[in-house]
């Protein structure tokens, strides 16, 4: 069902790391890369008491940090070098309570584009992360002559 | 322009703010409670490094998370005693960067209901807050029974 | 990658034909209910100048609404006998220009619930409706007690 | 509340016009064009058996149709002549049953760009329009050289 697509630059996993790497949010958080191909990026988050919201369940905030950080570097996988990457907009629907012991978010390119490009979110907890708990569209925008 | 909502629990502050204290995300982001009335919330918070994205810019999870809150919290505060909230869905548009020196997001009831409410978020940033960053939608849903 | 889902009614197809046939609205856009299985179901929509915008192609109007219709369905096609549905709140993303001769919008069931049921609508159109128009997702609300 | 804007081309009310009696799907709703000011758009429909639901309320595809046109105009009435405008995504919260005699859709521009211009599109019905029916957030995507 995931098109495949073909990286116009083929240095894009490593630009992915470096970029993910600057993001401080990321780090804060305890969010982990795991998996970069062209137009398809996973994070993985541990849950941690830092993470919580008042009942326990990991923060929606924290769930959809990790969704739009995958979806925005799904879609800077398919830029060309010399390209910058900014969420335009995002919407989510939470559809389970996330609990841990681990999220997974999983980015993946709908529709690639010059300017924008539209992505998938989906972010999976519980037991072996097999609880589907939030799903997301980001409209993700492209920047011309800012490295990400 | 803001309707004027009557608390149905008179005791609406102290529980949003207890509520709050309760999420240890918003403690570790370093977010601040910052108004509660009626269906109305605010929440502050200091630009720092560990909620940068690469280019040094408010994350927009950062930013989503505390309109979240405001949003959700609005929302509780016209909540009987003895009712949980879950965020059940949220759009949002990202509309500047996220620049500090601080993000203040406001919260607001569109539209009360007994089951499903709805309110917009809208963060503010740069100098003295006058640059809209985020205006956002979102669906909070009433859980019977769970004190928040 | 679709969850098969068991009908809460057996007589969910005929139910969810009923239902269709009331909708003064489908009936003047020319759409046509095409496939019913439980959490998911299929409308059509002929090209037609009355369905146009201003450069020729489809409506956005339209094509979310054949959209919104097929996610409403699908949730309705596991609702038990007795119950209405609303649709709460959508969100799509128009992918691709909405050219004929023709589009087929199909609602899939993400995640069934009591009170809420999230659906994903996609839009295809252009020769054998290959080219993946619009892709959304949509909050439907059950209502106990006004049969659909 | 409503900022006001400076329109880049002084006859965008006429521009606007023209591209509305453009588009067949507005006028087989039966819906009218009945204020245009910079970054401000307004448009009726008056109920009838052709927009119905199932349950004889506004169907929600010509209740966002109009609200898409509305918030779609607004945007282009703030953008220089020889620019075409598309609809990128939308989002859209239904508040109330949408009941007549008469819907009135007002789009107002909330963030202005070169190439994405966000708006805010609000539903009115009910007896004088008084009830909220649907508010929603639209992102508006400018086309150089193809006049609107």
Same mark, same amino acid.
């Given at each position: ?20 790497? =600057? ?7 305890? $969010?982990?890369?795991? =998996? ?15 993470? *919580? ?13 990790? $969704? ?8 800077? *996988? ?9 969420? *335009? ?13 681990? /999220? ?32 997301? /569209? ?11």
């Amino acid at each position: 069902m995931q098109a495949s697509f073909t990286p116009k630059d083929p240095d894009y996993a490593r630009r992915v790391a470096a970029s993910f790497a =600057r993001q401080g949010f990321m780090a804060h958080l305890g $969010a982990v890369l795991e =998996r970069v191909e062209p137009g398809l990026v996973e994070i993985g988050l541990d849950a941690a008491d830092h993470l *919580s919201q008042q009942h326990g369940y990991f923060h929606a905030g924290g769930t959809i940090a990790i $969704a739009d950080s995958a979806a925005g570097y799904a879609a800077l *996988s398919l830029f060309p070098a010399g390209s910058g990457i900014l969420t *335009s907009e995002l919407k989510i629907n939470l559809l389970n309570p996330a609990s841990g012991p681990r /999220l997974v978010a999983r980015g993946a390119v709908v529709k690639p584009g010059r300017t924008l490009t539209i992505c998938r979110g989906d972010v999976y907890g519980g037991e072996g992360a097999a609880t589907h708990v939030a799903t997301g /569209l980001f409209t993700m925008m492209r920047l011309e002559g800012l490295d990400d």
